[in-house]
């Protein structure tokens, strides 16, 4: 699989990425044993029927709907956790409010999309939910394991983001403007690369020991895990209605 697809599948999977450059790291490093510790389960994501069809183009507007509904609360979640946990010294390295955080992006999404009263019109499905509930028994129990979460999804979303957008904006037809894939934009970050090497770097200075360094490989095979049964629920969701409505005799309309 080339660079650019592995970064695009890591986007959309909510995937850490392979790391890029290998100045002077070592295998010990946190972000080392992240992209080893992961691969398995990165492969496995890659290889989901979501991943599949969006890199092709083929995008259900629904799906891609209930895929940012799903962003919106997992980002709330973890976005709540980084503000109590901003001073931790586990994580206050990787704080970085301007420049990483999505959920205002993601709540313009959702009023593209669904309208001035779209907090009306959504709602949190069982797997994103599960989701949530991790990132806050972390973000209060124990706050180290933010920074799998973190890294899993604000690093994947760098990774691929602007290919993603791209793709979206042409399947579906949107503004080329960039309504409905503000979440892909930070405007806040003028070099991804960098960026996630600045990101990297402060990563591998945090003080860990190996358990914890274990640990927290552990956390983001999770999250990984966690992002794949959000995209699975959501396909199953959005098949459901269709079968509702070929029932009841109506013609399903993309």
Not at 25 to 48: C, Q, Y
Not at 147 to 170: E, F, I, N, P, W
Request: net charge negative; hydrophobic share 35%.
């Amino acid at each position: 699989m080339s660079a650019d697809k592995m970064a695009t599948t890591a986007s959309a999977n909510g995937a850490g990425p392979v790391n890029e450059g290998k100045d002077t790291l070592s295998p010990e490093d946190l972000s080392e044993l992240l992209a080893a510790g992961t691969k398995e389960v990165h492969e496995k994501a890659e290889n989901t029927q979501f991943v599949k069809d969006f890199l092709k183009g083929r995008i259900r507007k629904e799906l891609f709907k209930l895929g940012a509904v799903a962003l919106y609360y997992t980002y709330t979640a973890m976005e709540e956790e980084i503000e109590r946990n901003k001073d931790h010294p586990h994580f206050a390295p990787l704080y970085f409010p301007t420049e990483l955080h999505r959920r205002e992006a993601l709540a313009r999404d959702l009023e593209y999309f669904y309208g001035p009263d779209w907090q009306s019109e959504v709602s949190c499905s069982p797997a994103a939910q599960r989701y949530v509930d991790r990132i806050h028994e972390v973000g209060q129990e124990d706050p180290v394991l933010l920074v799998s979460h973190a890294y899993t999804r604000y690093m994947g979303d760098l990774s691929g983001g602007q290919v993603l957008k791209k793709v979206a904006q042409r399947a579906m037809k949107l503004p080329p403007t960039g309504e409905g894939l503000e979440f892909y934009t930070f405007d806040g970050i003028h070099s991804a690369k960098e960026f996630k090497q600045l990101y990297r770097s402060r990563m591998n200075v945090l003080v860990l020991d190996g358990d914890t360094k274990k640990r927290l490989v552990a956390e983001a095979v999770k999250a990984f895990q966690f992002n794949m049964e959000v995209r699975g629920q959501g396909q199953g969701m959005v098949v459901g209605e269709i079968e509702k409505i070929r029932n009841v005799g109506y013609v399903w309309k993309h």
